[in-house]
């Protein structure tokens, strides 16, 4: 089940509150009996519209698009507040608005905003009362308002792009501890399928050559223990040379290193489909090292909350694929880390492909 973070229930709340605030005078004309009679319901309907569109499917559509009417929800909200001046709780819609411009805009015309919507609602304070000293005090509120939701913006925003930062060098972190560690047991099964083939094959061997000497001299009833005792050290033998042979082909477990490594991930689920088997150290290292890359590149460019991984054999291929629910931008701009997988794959003598269609997409194949 997808989660449902915090800042999306802070947009359903802003959301809820806009149009709470603006009911009462749209269902009372007290504030707008000199108006005609559709214009401030007109501004205020545009206002939410433009609003819901910014947030909740701004991040979907072209940038430039999205500004154009989130400059319509400020212009609407700069109307609605000035039509209805006695109204007092409708410039709380310009907090708002400064609040997704947060989001939006950089610092400098963020500051803008606020600088507008603060004018905007000193001079509603005018219109409404005529008293410098409420102007004053009214511009002043709410101004410390709207530079106060800024900063909780921005912080946020910092405090999530270094989490995210922390996750993705926790990840890298568990893919090195992982390949250490199947390092370390490749290692070690290479030791003991030398010592079992040097130290207790050679022995076995030298003991079989001598049962067979034996067999050649010894009489029944002793030559029917001695052929027994050969037969056993044969067997012996055999067994041993299987033996080392399954510890050399042994190779590291690919599920288990990658679900270590993609496993309680904050802010990001990685759903894991593998079917593969038989997969040299050399091929498995590039897997590892690949989806490592896949993970900590969605983790800090993508702004997506679910990843896809999925590695199948196709004959003597393997192919390595990736999608995610973010919003990946367009063009697809390759940084270092995408062209380091571009070149751990190339190396092996296979193929990538990258896709940007509302998430990232990536196909890697390399030889098995």
Not at 57 to 80: C, D, K, N
Not at 322 to 334: E, F, N
Request: hydrophobic letters at 50%.
């Amino acid at each position: 089940m997808k989660r449902v973070e915090a800042t999306t229930w802070a947009g359903v709340f802003s959301t809820l509150i806009c149009i709470v605030v603006g009911l009462p005078v749209l269902f009372s004309d007290a504030s707008t009996a000199d108006l005609p009679p559709l214009l401030w319901p007109s501004a205020f309907v545009g206002f939410i519209a433009a609003l819901v569109t910014s947030t909740w499917f701004g991040w979907s559509m072209p940038r430039a698009i999205t500004l154009s009417i989130f400059g319509a929800q400020v212009v609407l909200g700069a109307a609605v507040v000035l039509l209805a001046p006695t109204a007092g709780w409708l410039p709380i819609l310009l907090v708002f608005t400064s609040t997704l411009g947060a989001y939006l805009l950089g610092p400098a015309l963020t500051v803008a905003l606020v600088v507008l919507n603060t004018a905007v609602i000193a001079c509603a304070a005018w219109l409404a009362t005529e008293s410098l000293g409420s102007t004053i005090m009214g511009a002043l509120i709410y101004a410390f308002l709207q530079f106060g939701t800024v900063f909780w913006v921005r912080a946020g925003e910092r405090e999530t792009a270094m989490r995210r930062e922390l996750t993705a060098a926790h990840a890298e972190l568990r893919a090195a501890a992982a390949l250490r560690e199947s390092s370390s047991r490749a290692d070690e099964r290479l030791r003991i399928s030398r010592e079992l083939h040097d130290l207790i094959g050679h022995q076995l061997t030298v003991l079989a050559l001598e049962l067979e000497v034996a067999s050649h001299q010894a009489a029944p009833p002793a030559l029917e223990h001695v052929e027994r005792a050969r037969g056993v050290a044969r067997d012996l033998l055999a067994d041993v040379r299987e033996t080392v042979g399954e510890l050399r082909r042994q190779t590291p477990d690919l599920v288990e290193m990658l679900t270590e490594i993609t496993a309680d991930l904050p802010d990001l689920d990685v759903h894991l489909d593998i079917d593969v088997s038989d997969l040299g150290d050399e091929v498995s290292t590039t897997l590892v090292r690949c989806t490592q890359e896949v993970v900590t590149n969605t983790l800090r460019h993508a702004d997506a909350t679910e990843l896809w991984i999925g590695i199948r054999r196709h004959g003597d291929v393997v192919s390595l694929t990736s999608t995610d629910d973010g919003s990946a931008s367009t063009p697809l701009v390759v940084g270092n880390g995408l062209r380091g997988l571009t070149e751990r794959i190339e190396s092996h003598g296979g193929t990538v492909t990258f896709d940007v269609d509302g998430g990232f997409r990536m196909r890697a194949e390399v030889p098995a």
